[in-house]
């Protein structure tokens, strides 16, 4: 069965201002990479169901979300948080290509996928935006998969440069969960540290210092692979942001593009016996145009490779 890649002309309408690095040119660059291959295929995103929304954020953040789209211009949800008319699609169905990924999988569709989305989601907490995000696309992923198919160990390997303090938030109190970040420390947002357990011991969070590089990454790495093999997760999600890479704008590791494919590829052996292959992968960050398109392809040679 092949790799699907899930994707929107809306994620690219989702205009966030001059010089703001959460850009359209990002998906643009991935899908100029990938459109070369004739490995993939490709699908649009579905509707996210409302009660899994409800499971997600707040009622009251969704209701405010919905009516905090501009008509014309920007406008600012935080410091750096930029929405424009055409973004409330591209919000919703960011969330949504998680939807489309997971049924896809399940009806055989289709081995894995892959979310080429914007806005990212794991900055998203309960009750706000904040830090280009608006949901937390890999939190819906987890609900529905709850909810929906009953997965009770879904692991959530977020190997963004930043701590996903949204995902933290909405996943720490489900038992079904397991939520792992490697990310720079101390670094935006703050937080990520060993004391950030989760509710139920769900959550394991490896801050390492800024000039991190692949032989130090990896070592620590195979703290993940150690707790994803105890855990057993019965279904994968990857919170993938690129922006570990040494040419990102945005943060000081070192990792090149082949690291990326590395990650996967150790991932998924170490978890494919319990998940029979089944991963979703969501976009989260990764701002120099080229390393993100790189290392994106990387990323998904891994996920072909396991198919
Ligand atoms: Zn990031």
């Not at 082949?258 to 170490?270: C, G, M, P, Q, V």
Request: with cysteine; glycine share 6%.
């Amino acid at each position: 069965m092949k790799t699907a890649i899930i994707n929107s002309d809306s994620y690219e309408k989702h205009i966030t201002g001059d010089g703001h690095p959460e850009q359209p040119k990002r998906v643009i660059a991935i899908k100029e990479k990938l459109n070369k291959r004739k490995d993939l295929i490709w699908k649009k995103p579905d509707k996210v169901p409302k009660n899994i929304l409800a499971m997600t954020h707040s009622k009251d953040y969704i209701e405010n979300l919905k009516n905090s789209f501009p008509q014309r211009g920007l406008k600012f949800l935080d410091g750096d948080t930029v929405v424009s008319p055409e973004s409330k699609r591209a919000v919703f169905e960011a969330a949504g290509s998680t939807i489309r990924a997971i049924d896809g999988i399940e009806n055989n569709q289709f081995k894995n996928a892959f979310c080429l989305s914007r806005p990212p989601g794991h900055h998203a907490e309960k009750e706000k935006a904040m830090g280009f995000c608006c949901i937390s696309n890999a939190g819906v992923a987890t609900n529905y998969l709850i909810s929906k198919y009953k997965y009770k160990r879904i692991a959530c390997v977020d190997f963004d440069v930043h701590w996903g303090n949204g995902n933290y938030d909405v996943m720490r109190g489900n038992k079904n969960s397991l939520y792992i970040s490697t990310h720079q420390h101390p670094f935006y947002p703050g937080g990520g540290t060993d004391k950030d357990k989760g509710d139920f011991n769900n959550s394991l969070n490896i801050p390492l210092p800024a000039g991190t590089n692949s032989e130090q990454y990896f070592n620590a790495f195979d703290r993940v692979l150690d707790r994803l093999v105890k855990y057993k997760p019965d279904f994968l999600l990857f919170s993938a942001g690129f922006d570990a890479h040494k040419d990102d704008p945005l943060a000081q590791f070192q990792l090149c593009s082949k690291d990326f494919y590395e990650i996967t590829r150790r991932t998924l052996s170490a978890t494919n016996k319990f998940t029979q292959g089944k991963v979703v992968s969501i976009l989260e960050g990764g701002y120099d145009l080229n390393a993100l398109a790189e290392s994106a392809n990387e990323h998904i040679n891994a996920l072909i490779e396991f198919n």
